[in-house]
């Protein structure tokens, strides 16, 4: 079968998502249809907006469905109408088995991590927190359980010290794009031979999970060594960003962290102690310091340590939480 001769229903969300239907287009492949989530009102004017894989199809003439309920009749039957023989799920939602299993050749996702390692909502984000030197994409196919069913295809990337979910994400965007599109061409061609990640996991795959984050897990405090600071700033960063509570004995202080610096040398501070050196902040840690590059206290805009210290009056020694 020729791989552009393939109908495709394409389902994606975010911006990460437009860059794999981007290529598909771009590619000459044939997008029968996108589905995407419905307009919703965002921002502070509550404007309603589309996702940007919805803005990306509407400019390119592309069919578009978005459906409130995956599983309403309605929506069944139009899907159903397009005669995808391929579905291609990137940053989307959970699908039930009447919209995954439709197709003749499946549905398969990309996902922000090499499986069965960090199956779940935050790959990549874990990743990096957790201090691993290397993450990926893999496209797999859906079955029931989420991140669960046979891989096709991984490429894996390097992360440097400091690389945060904003540079990883971008990075992964592009090679998930062309990683979707060598996973097309392969399913036309029969020549992949799909992988049983339980069988990987038995024959030792590290499998960590990924789970959401919420706002809680997104404190750092000074029970952290050097590194495990650093990375979970840089795991959270620019987005939902990892955040600190200071106080200076009669007020508390809290502030997100976007950069940070580690250095890891003895010192006799106290664990704890906020240390103002010349133009920049640091935090002693058990092992070391944490140099903060760039912050925004609540209420403020985000900015350089340097600008934070010159429009912040600290009068008494501020301790972190």
Partial sequence: MN??????????????????????????YNVVAVVTVPDKPAGRGQKVRMSEVKQYAVEQGLPTLQPEKLKEPTFVEELASYK??????????????IVWNMPAMGTFNLHGSLLP?????????????NGDKQTGVTTFLLKH????????????IDIDLYDNIGTI???LMVIGANLVCKTVDALAEGNVTPI???????????????????????????DLSVMDFHNKVRGLSPYPAAWIEMTDGEKKHTAKLFATKPSIEPHHDTVGTVVIDKDMLRVALKD?????????????????TSQFINGFRIENQLMLS
């Fill in 196 to 222: 049983d990640q339980d069988k990987l996991i038995a024959e030792g795959a590290v499998s960590h999970h990924a789970p959401k984050i919420f706002k809680a897990d997104c404190q750092v405090n000074s």
């Fill in 3 to 28: 791989a552009k001769d393939i109908r495709i229903v394409f389902m994606g969300t975010p911006g990460f998502a437009v860059e794999s239907l981007k290529a598909l287009v771009e590619g000459g």
């Fill in 169 to 171: 994400h971008d990075k």
């Fill in 117 to 129: 390692n960090y199956r779940g909502a935050a790959p990549l984000n874990w990743a990096i927190i």
């Fill in 84 to 97: 995808a023989d391929l579905q291609i799920v990137v940053a989307f939602r959970m699908l039930p088995e």
């Fill in 145 to 156: 359980q989420i991140d669960t069913g046979n891989l096709l295809f991984q490429e894996a």
């Fill in 288 to 304: 070391g310091y944490v140099w903060f590059e760039e912050m925004q206290l609540a209420g403020k805009k985000r900015m350089k």
